[in-house]
């Protein structure tokens, strides 16, 4: 790696610069590229290579921010695995990506370790952290031993990509989508609109395995910021941070904020929040509601909220001046993005107020769908690409979001797909047939919920179906409540009809969003 890589030069224009503060630990940039390029070369050492897959999981710390850069500066292809998945899942992405290096805190061991009867491709399992299990080796005593010199110069191999999230798809099983190397153009048109500078200071008040919370993490310190890290969130201590480090920026999905404007007003005015200057609202469509209170409790100079996807990267940006005046809207196409709209007869949809599929052009969509060409294919219309969603614009250019993908749940900012759910409860021997969708939540957004209908000689309690779901799926994914039924409705094709069920929760909403 050249001295010309971001970090680097940080470090040397910029020897005393905050890079990195968890709690009482503190680096500087030099200190902080130091400890990238130790876990870079260790990489490197364990056979990483341009388009080596590396899955690395662990709750937000010094570490991971570390671990993410040197994956970068190594060439691999970073996959993230959410903590909070099951064994059982966990073991399906860890052999689905094909990883050769898993790197981990050792509290995610029970996560992972059966994943090591069934990923026989992987070549080493690494944990940082005390306690690491018998069968993984110690990164930290590895990285004490490797070298703090920059690795050699090891670009993306554009084939391979340089990251793969997994989202789930309606297959039920997850898909990992494959992303390239940032267009640097549109990270700068993003970084105007949003004005992002230099010295700014990011929170991370979500889980940094997400892309939106890691991409904006990324922009911060690649332009030579400071990321604090919240390892857990809590909404006090959110605003003791934000207070004690001058905090400007941060990207936050509705619950964690909800959480915060729900403390006693006093709590929060005694807190001098004036340093916020860019709060980027995303994971999850945030409720008017919550954006009201929001202004009220914080200040209206500082909410942006930016509509996107995994897939798609960042497509629309609505700045803090909208925010009361266009409720409901997602904001206008961000700079270097093109928007389409197309109708049910496959045409264009040039008029204002008329829904149609929003299909996305540009430099910073995902490349494929690991394994999975056919879906990629389906999500395409020539170069435009969509992951579903329904929306309109209004005569300003300001998109709305009047439903997503069919079948998708958005609870606390985890996208949830319920094929995989259905899945799982119909596996259970007293359950003949199950659909699975989204309910109001004022705490999550939605909630997941499961019409059911019992096998002809079926038992069971509503508990022991959730039970039986906990072991197969992580909690967030476990349906909250049931409703039984003598059938489950569909058209006349066999496609159920989800919508017919929503509705009698929905009726007082004006979309599955608000």
């Known amino acids: 790696m050249s001295a010309e890589d971001p970090l680097a030069a940080m470090a040397a224009a910029a020897p005393s610069k905050i890079a990195v503060v968890e709690d009482e630990r503190r680096l500087t940039y030099p200190e902080f590229n130091a400890l990238v390029n130790r876990y870079a070369n260790l990489l490197v050492e364990h056979g990483v290579r341009a388009g080596t897959k590396v899955v690395w999981c662990g709750r937000n710390s010094t570490e991971v921010v570390a671990l993410i850069s040197a994956l970068r500066k190594c060439g691999a292809v970073g996959v993230p695995l959410n903590y909070r998945l099951t064994p059982e899942e966990t073991a399906y992405v860890v052999e689905n990506a094909d990883a050769a290096l898993v790197v981990f805190d050792a509290e995610q061991a029970p996560q992972l370790e059966a994943a090591r009867t069934r990923a026989a491709g992987v070549r080493a399992w690494l944990a940082w952290g005390p306690a690491a299990p018998d069968w993984a080796s110690s990164l930290d005593a590895l990285a004490e031993r490797s070298p703090?010199?920059?690795?050699?110069?090891?670009?993306?191999?554009?084939?391979?990509?340089?990251?793969?999230?997994?989202?789930?798809?309606?297959?039920?099983?997850?898909?990992?989508?494959?992303?390239?190397?940032?267009?640097?153009?549109?990270?700068?048109?993003?970084?105007?609109?949003?004005?992002?500078?230099?010295?700014?200071?990011?929170?991370?008040?979500?889980?940094?395995?997400?892309?939106?919370?890691?991409?904006?993490?990324?922009?911060?310190?690649?332009?030579?910021?400071?990321?604090?890290?919240?390892?857990?969130?809590?909404?006090?201590?959110?605003?003791?941070?934000?207070?004690?480090?001058?905090?400007?920026?941060?990207?936050?999905?509705?619950?964690?904020?909800?959480?915060?404007?729900?403390?006693?007003?006093?709590?929060?005015?005694?807190?001098?929040?004036?340093?916020?200057?860019?709060?980027?609202?995303?994971?999850?469509?945030?409720?008017?509601?919550?954006?009201?209170?929001?202004?009220?409790?914080?200040?209206?100079?500082?909410?942006?909220?930016?509509?996107?996807?995994?897939?798609?990267?960042?497509?629309?940006?609505?700045?803090?001046?909208?925010?009361?005046?266009?409720?409901?809207?997602?904001?206008?196409?961000?700079?270097?993005?093109?928007?389409?709209?197309?109708?049910?007869?496959?045409?264009?949809?040039?008029?204002?107020?008329?829904?149609?599929?929003?299909?996305?052009?540009?430099?910073?969509?995902?490349?494929?769908?690991?394994?999975?060409?056919?879906?990629?294919?389906?999500?395409?219309?020539?170069?435009?690409?969509?992951?579903?969603?329904?929306?309109?614009?209004?005569?300003?250019?300001?998109?709305?979001?009047?439903?997503?993908?069919?079948?998708?749940i958005i609870s606390g900012g985890m996208n949830i797909y319920p094929a995989e759910i259905e899945a799982v409860l119909t596996a259970h021997p007293a359950v003949a047939d199950a659909a699975v969708f989204g309910v109001p939540s004022d705490e999550w957004g939605e909630s997941v919920h499961a019409a059911i209908v019992m096998a002809p000689d079926g038992t069971a309690t509503d508990d022991d179906l959730r039970a039986f779901c906990r072991e197969h799926l992580a909690a967030y994914k476990t349906p909250r409540g049931f409703d039984r039924l003598s059938e489950i409705p569909r058209n006349p094709s066999g496609k159920t009809l989800k919508r017919q069920l929503r509705a009698p929760y929905w009726e007082s909403r004006t979309s599955n969003l608000t």
């Not at 803090?320 to 109708?343: H, T």
């Not at 008329?354 to 995902?366: A, K, Q, S």
Request: include cysteine.
């Open 148 to 408: 703090e010199t920059e690795p050699a110069a090891r670009g993306a191999d554009p084939a391979a990509g340089t990251s793969m999230f997994y989202t789930s798809g309606t297959t039920g099983k997850p898909k990992g989508v494959v992303r390239g190397e940032p267009d640097p153009a549109l990270v700068l048109g993003l970084v105007g609109e949003i004005g992002f500078e230099p010295g700014d200071v990011y929170l991370t008040t979500g889980p940094l395995y997400h892309s939106g919370p890691m991409s904006f993490m990324l922009i911060v310190q690649l332009m030579g910021g400071t990321v604090v890290v919240m390892r857990d969130f809590d909404p006090e201590r959110w605003l003791d941070l934000v207070e004690r480090h001058r905090v400007t920026t941060t990207f936050s999905a509705p619950t964690p904020i909800r959480r915060v404007v729900d403390l006693p007003e006093e709590t929060i005015r005694r807190r001098d929040l004036s340093s916020l200057r860019r709060v980027i609202a995303n994971a999850a469509p945030w409720p008017f509601e919550l954006k009201r209170r929001y202004v009220d409790r914080i200040g209206d100079g500082s909410l942006f909220e930016v509509y996107g996807s995994t897939e798609l990267g960042v497509d629309t940006v609505l700045r803090p001046e909208d925010q009361m005046r266009k409720p409901g809207s997602c904001g206008r196409a961000a700079p270097g993005v093109e928007i389409a709209l197309f109708g049910e007869d496959g045409g264009p949809v040039e008029e204002p107020h008329v829904p149609g599929d929003l299909y996305v052009r540009g430099t910073g969509t995902f490349n494929a769908y690991y394994k999975a060409e056919g879906k990629f294919q389906d999500a395409s219309r020539g170069d435009w690409l969509t992951v579903g969603d329904i929306a309109y614009r209004d005569e300003e250019g300001f998109y709305y979001i009047c439903d997503r993908r069919t079948d998708m």
